[in-house]
């Protein structure tokens, strides 16, 4: 499944945790969308990005890890790691729908080299991906008008309140 996707559907996730913040809410985007790193490896060719994304970090250690760190930094703590880990198998959910039946989710790694599969998964550039997409960017636009905000009200507060307030006044405008 594309990036985009993973980082809204972590952040809109977050808005249905009445105890989290911004920080939380920003670290839910991290938690969806962080297992992507490991595409980084296409910097070694696509060969080495054949053999290694969704290996490196599609994993069970990498989402409790992932999960634990964010969780130190969040309030409240537990039910902040459950979220998180939550999220990183979300993204491995949508990368099993979303990224086409040549790929899979080495999810025991290292304890296993066996990779999960889905047969009736959905190529890249699917109709499926751009609806999945389009319906996360519906979502965040819902979230704007209903909890107003966006996702920069952690790492930008004043772009954000542009934002909010420019599609609220586009809503009065129109409404």
Aim: with cysteine; hydrophobic share 50%.
């Amino acid at each position: 499944m594309h990036i985009p996707p993973h980082i809204l559907s972590g952040w809109i996730c977050g808005n249905f945790i009445p105890s989290f913040g911004p920080r939380e809410r920003f670290f839910c985007m991290v938690a969806a969308s962080a297992p992507d790193l490991d595409g980084l490896s296409l910097l070694g060719g696509w060969e080495c990005y054949y053999d290694w994304h969704h290996v490196l970090m599609h994993n069970l250690p990498f989402a409790v890890i992932l999960a634990a760190l964010l969780a130190c930094f969040s309030r409240p703590k537990l039910t902040a790691f459950a979220v998180y880990f939550g999220l990183v198998h979300l993204h491995f959910a949508l990368d099993l729908l979303g990224s086409g039946s040549d790929w899979g989710v080495d999810y025991w790694r290292p304890f296993s080299p066996v990779s999960i599969r889905w047969s009736a998964g959905w190529e890249y550039l699917s109709w499926q991906n751009y609806l999945a997409a389009f319906a996360c960017i519906a979502a965040a636009i819902g979230i704007i008008y209903w909890k107003k905000r966006t996702i920069l009200e952690y790492p930008m507060p004043k772009l954000n309140r542009e934002l909010v307030d420019f599609f609220l006044k586009l809503a009065r405008r129109h409404g």
